[in-house]
Each structure stands twice: as C-alpha cells, then as structure tokens.
C-alpha cells in the first residue's frame, strides 16, 4: 500500500549538482525518519546520510559537506541534494523511509547517478 517513488538520477559531469526526490505515496499521514543509501558495482550497500523527524541529520564523512537531506513534509517527500559530485559518487541510491501510521520502514526502487570525469 506504501510505495517510495525515487526520481532525480542521471548523468552529470565531475563538480556537478544533482538533486534525488522521493516521494511516499499511499497511506501515508508523514514520514518520520529517513535515509539515503547507495551500492557501487561490486560494492556492498552504505549508508550516505539520515534524517529523523526532528531535523536532525547525519552524513557518511564521504560526502559530508557535499550532501544535504532533507525532508518536505506537506509534499511527503524526501530529498538527496548532491553538490561537487565527484566519480566515486557513482552509485544506484536507495532511499528508506519509515512513514506514519505504520511501523514498517520501506524502500525505494533505486535511481542510477553517474558521475563523469
């Protein structure tokens, strides 16, 4: 019943922005924490950043200072903005997202971002 919709992938060059949407759809009253993760090729799954419901965030030292979440609440959507991309951004970027009245955390489809040099 609850689907996470991600959307914002793409290519972009080595210095470039990027900004990843995703947006919860279905009984869904709010989101309450949220996170972005991401899988390179042959690379396990890692965390990128999070977000709890009362603003406050934490980011992997990789892209802290480059990547902000964050969340629009009217909208029920998260988003990733990624500046100062580099190649080693590349990656398929999951967001997860636990979304009020459930208890239950859900994933997103995946949206592929890759960086050029």
């Known amino acids: ?5 991600e959307s914002g992938g793409g290519l ?24 972005w993760y991401r899988q390179a090729p042959g690379k ?3 965390l990128v950043a999070i977000i709890t419901s009362g603003g406050s965030t934490i980011y992997a030292d990789s892209v802290k200072g ?3 979440i964050s969340i ?10 990624m500046n100062s991309l580099k190649p080693e951004d590349t990656a398929v970027y999951y967001c997860n997202a636990q979304v ?3 208890q239950s955390n859900y ?9 050029s040099s």
């Open 1 to 5: 019943q609850v689907q996470l919709v």
């Open 12 to 35: 972009v060059q080595a210095g470039g922005s990027l900004r990843l949407s995703c947006a919860a759809s279905g009984t869904v009253f709010s989101i309450n924490n949220a996170g």
């Open 44 to 46: 396990q799954r890692e």
């Open 66 to 68: 480059r990547f902000t």
């Open 72 to 81: 629009n609440n009217a909208k029920n959507t998260v988003y990733l903005q």
């Open 100 to 102: 009020r009245p459930f």
């Open 107 to 115: 994933w997103g489809q995946g949206t592929q971002v890759t960086v």
